[in-house]
């Protein structure tokens, strides 16, 4: 199970820095992510992260913005978000992934969401 947190209302130009709490299974043999959907708009890759936390991997609108990161001895993983806008508003949550096909998908490994709510 995953549990998301450190959402939240923050105005643009802002910053927040989510939570991913795991348990249930050997978070390490997992390569770990966050995606984000909007209402009425399409799930979204956000980033990733390999299972040792050396390599991180990032959609193109928030390379520079956002930072992934884990602590595989706390079974977190966690996301920096700086420069908020309100384009970033949605529902974020974290899962660990697969890279396939150039694109990279959540497993079932996945819990719920933390609403992100950036006004201008």
């Known amino acids: 199970q995953l549990q998301a947190s450190g959402g939240g209302l923050v105005q643009a130009g802002g910053s927040l820095r989510l939570s991913c709490a795991a348990s249930?299974?050997?978070?390490?043999?997992?390569?770990m992510g966050w995606f984000r959907q909007a209402p009425g708009k399409e799930r979204e890759f956000l980033a990733a992260?390999?299972?040792?936390?050396?390599?991180?991997y990032y959609a193109d609108p928030v390379k520079g913005r956002f930072t992934i990161s884990r602590d595989n001895a706390k079974k977190m993983v966690y996301l920096q978000m700086n420069s908020l806008n309100p384009e970033d508003t949605a529902v974020y949550y974290c899962?660990?992934?697969?890279?396939?096909?150039?694109?990279?998908?959540?497993?079932?490994?996945r819990g719920q969401g933390t609403q992100v709510t950036v006004s201008s």
């Open positions: 249930g299974r050997t978070f390490s043999n997992y390569r």
């Open positions: 992260v390999s299972w040792s936390g050396g390599s991180q």
């Open positions: 899962a660990a992934v697969d890279y396939q096909g150039s694109s990279w998908y959540p497993l079932d490994y």
